[in-house]
């Protein structure tokens, strides 16, 4: 098990990290400037620059001077990162991605949609989304003793009173939880059988304030697992402003697609993953879908 200290310090590097919100993206050419990322895409497209050709896929980050290639009975939708704007093609198309709007060098134009996202006069900038990010909640845990967390690990959350959810590693075991502060004080403990804990209604977590949490148990062979990690409740504007975004159930994918991205770059991992997941069952060939998934 790991002590207050060394969750304290871990914890405190990782909240320092917040200030710094970097997306990560896959350019296509060095120092070529993103202008527009691919929020849904319903048959085939492909891009091409510098004599290559790829596949493009939803989140796609379309560089200055991207020429794309929409088959033939197609649907793309592209957000515009700076002003918002979203555009819907129709294939058979050729786009070429020009700094402040696309241009359709063959096929139907196409039909612009006000920004998603930036109600009440609001402007949102939506960076691209990398897929290591999201990915890395969901995998790399298991390893050794060690028990797989499913959520609350280098996130924000919108809760106050989260609740913290694991794999079980064997029927009928007993699992230690322990919850501690920016101090190393602990804050909550408890014995539970079940796979999950919720904060006690009498338990509100502090805004901004690094936390760690660590589940542990013991098998009847005496070999011992155990996970620990770190997260923060999301300032009460983040929250305001994550409520006020939120798409209804209803809207286009292009639109939830646009809201994950926005909560992915405020460091609001585990919200984002749910739209994610969303997304990738509406879309199922989408691998990058998948990855931030965890699939």
């Not at 560089?63 to 093609?89: H, N, S």
Request: hydrophobic share 45%; with cysteine; net charge positive.
């Amino acid at each position: 098990m790991s002590t207050a200290s060394d969750r304290m310090t871990n914890a405190c590097a990782w909240i320092g990290s917040l200030v710094a919100l970097v997306a990560v993206s896959l350019p296509l050419a060095v120092n070529a400037a993103g202008v527009a990322m691919v929020t849904d895409l319903q048959g085939k497209a492909s891009i091409g620059a510098d004599g290559r050709t790829r596949d493009v896929t939803i989140l796609s980050e379309l560089e200055t001077g991207a020429q794309v290639q929409l088959a033939a009975g197609a649907t793309l939708v592209v957000l515009y990162l700076d002003a918002g704007d979203e555009y819907v093609f129709k294939g058979p198309a050729a786009i070429v991605f020009k700094p402040a709007q696309p241009d359709v060098t063959s096929g139907a134009k196409p039909q612009k949609r006000s920004p998603s996202l930036g109600k009440g006069g609001s402007s949102i900038r939506i960076k691209p989304v990398g897929v290591a990010q999201g990915a890395m909640v969901m995998r790399g845990f298991l390893t050794g003793a060690r028990i797989q967390l499913l959520n609350l690990h280098k996130t924000r959350t919108l809760e106050t009173q989260p609740e913290f959810r694991w794999q079980p590693i064997q029927d009928g075991v007993k699992y230690q939880f322990e919850l501690t502060d920016d101090t190393g004080r602990v804050v909550h403990e408890a014995q539970v059988e079940a796979v999950s804990l919720k904060v006690p209604a009498g338990l509100t977590l502090k805004e901004g304030v690094p936390y760690s949490w660590e589940v542990s148990a013991r098998l009847p062979d005496g070999k011992k697992y155990s996970s620990s990690a770190d997260f923060a409740v999301a300032p009460a504007d983040v929250r305001a402003q994550a409520e006020a975004l939120r798409p209804a159930a209803a809207a286009p994918l292009s639109s939830r697609i646009a809201y994950a991205a926005w909560l992915d770059q405020v460091e609001l991992k585990d919200e984002a993953r749910k739209y994610w997941k969303t997304a990738a069952a509406e879309r199922p060939e989408d691998p990058r879908l998948k990855a931030l998934a965890g699939q």
